[in-house]
């Protein structure tokens, strides 16, 4: 079992539907970022987020952490083919030395034209 | 700045020979990790350097792993002797405490 859950794992949908990703944990964290990883490449940073109830949108991202800062939501608003990838959340759990993240497992999202 | 910069970003190689998985940081970021990534197991970290001091290895998976980081611009990740079941996406990172992660374009290992 994964320190951070996300769900679902594995996302297939049509071009112009909205979805949610999930990222939940029962251990609090000081921050909570989000990548998106493509084909062949590294992860890339999206968005941090670090007050409980904090909610950030970048265009059609919009992304939420949880009042209690143990878990967040990733909503994207009519996708685009060009949103396909591998989302990964990653947490800084309070307490950790340095600047040490735990991701979570993925949701790998697919866009169909 | 050019990000981070892994080499080789293929490498084929026979069960038992020594593998030689190259980073360059971004300059002024204190923090490096070497992470390793496959279907089945996600993204794992394997190490994690700070101001170029191991700081926790105990991702490592066998004595076969090994890693340094002789100075701020540079590290490696050694597999002495490899095997097939280290085939995988190895990805290096770095960043500058509190901020995100900056990864490399990865390394994909192939051992036949």
């Known amino acids: 079992t994964q320190l951070l859950e996300q769900s679902p794992q594995f996302l297939s949908i049509q071009e112009g539907e909205n979805l949610t990703v999930y990222c939940n944990s029962s251990s609090v964290f000081s921050s909570l970022q989000w990548y998106r990883q493509e084909p062949g490449e590294g992860p890339v940073l999206l968005v941090t987020?670090?007050?409980?109830?904090e909610v950030k949108k970048l265009k059609r991202l919009t992304f939420q952490f949880g009042d209690a800062r143990k878990d967040s939501s990733l909503h994207i608003t009519a996708a685009q083919p060009g949103d396909t990838g591998l989302y990964l959340c990653a947490g800084a759990l309070r307490g950790n030395a340095g600047n040490m993240l735990t991701f979570g497992g993925g949701t790998r999202l697919m866009v169909k034209p | 700045d050019a990000g981070v910069i892994q080499s080789p970003r293929h490498e084929v190689t026979e069960m038992g020979q020594e593998v030689t998985l190259r980073c360059k940081p971004i300059s002024g970021h204190n923090s490096l990790f070497w992470y390793r990534q496959t279907m089945m197991r996600g993204l794992e970290l394997l190490i994690y350097f700070n101001n170029n001091v191991p700081i926790d290895d105990s991702g490592m998976p066998e004595d076969r792993f090994s890693a340094k980081m002789p100075n701020a611009s540079f590290s490696t990740l050694k597999i002495q002797p490899s095997e097939p079941r280290d085939s995988a996406v190895y990805f290096c990172?770095?960043?500058?405490?509190?901020?995100?992660?900056?990864f490399g374009s990865g390394t994909r290992l192939t051992v036949v």
């Open positions: 990172a770095s960043s500058s405490a509190p901020g995100g992660y900056t």
């Open positions: 987020v670090v007050t409980g109830g």
